[in-house]
Nanobody
Framework: QVELVESGGGLVQAGGSLRLSCAAS????????MGWFRQAPGKEREFVAT????????YYTDSVKGRFTISRDNAKNTVYLQMNSLKPEDTAVYYC??????????????????????WGQGTQVTVSS
């Protein structure tokens, strides 16, 4: 059974930084793309970033480009989201998700929820102004 557990959320002032982690178990982590999504109060969940199985390809939603960095450590079965220059509009519950395997024939960006089969429980990020 695949399990994804996020950590690292919290309260931070605008302009600050946080690093989210997502520890995976129950599958061969290194074979799968991983993604981060977020859901703000009253809004639908949206794509934030994705990283390919080997870390060689990354994509970001426009609103976080240049501020957020997704990375992974396959030896630790963990994906990270480094968030810098945080803004109040980044306030949301952040979810990591396990995406297509390396055998998937579709092309990036993997920014659609339907491509992700397993989800974590989410971690709250609150940015105060």
């Amino acid at each position: 059974q695949v399990e994804l557990v996020e950590s690292g959320g919290g309260l931070v002032q605008a302009g600050g930084s946080l690093r989210l982690s997502c520890a995976a178990s129950g599958h061969t982590f290194s074979r799968y793309s991983m993604g981060w999504f977020r859901q703000a109060p009253g809004k639908e969940r949206e794509f934030v970033a994705t990283i390919s199985w080997n870390g060689g390809t990354t994509y970001y939603t426009d609103s976080v480009k240049g501020r957020f960095t997704i990375s992974r450590d396959n030896a630790k079965n963990t994906v990270y989201l480094q968030m810098n220059s945080l803004k109040p509009e980044d306030t949301a519950v952040y979810y990591c998700a396990s995406g297509p395997s390396l055998f998937y024939s579709g092309s990036h960006p993997y920014d659609t929820e339907s491509l992700y089969n397993y989800w974590g429980q989410g971690t709250q990020v609150t940015v105060s102004s």
